[in-house]
């Protein structure tokens, strides 16, 4: 069904192409500074850097596709876990990272 420019291509609107805002909260109000590492920014512990808020905790809004993403707060340099994660996986190191789904 593929026609010109892809007008009816199968994957045109997919959700896998399709990305949505998600809110990260961080409880950490002795905190110097807060990242998001996660699969979607290959682990970077300081390209998500999170805004302290008025209440000491922290926040940051990423946009992340259709599925299942691992992600990490990094805490002065420390990675803590999330404790209101929807579930904890494991990374390719065997270490246990938060999860969350996007849908």
Known sequence: ???????????????????????????APDAQAVFLAGDFN??????????????????IQVALCHGHHQYQFVVDGRGELDPKAQGIARNAHGEKTSLISVS
């Open 1 to 27: 069904m593929e026609t010109l420019n892809g007008f009816f291509s199968r994957d045109r609107y997919s959700a896998r192409k399709m990305s949505k805002p998600v809110n990260f909260i961080c409880r």
């Open 42 to 59: 290959h682990w970077d512990g300081s390209s998500h850097p999170m805004a302290r808020q008025a209440d000491g905790a922290w926040m």
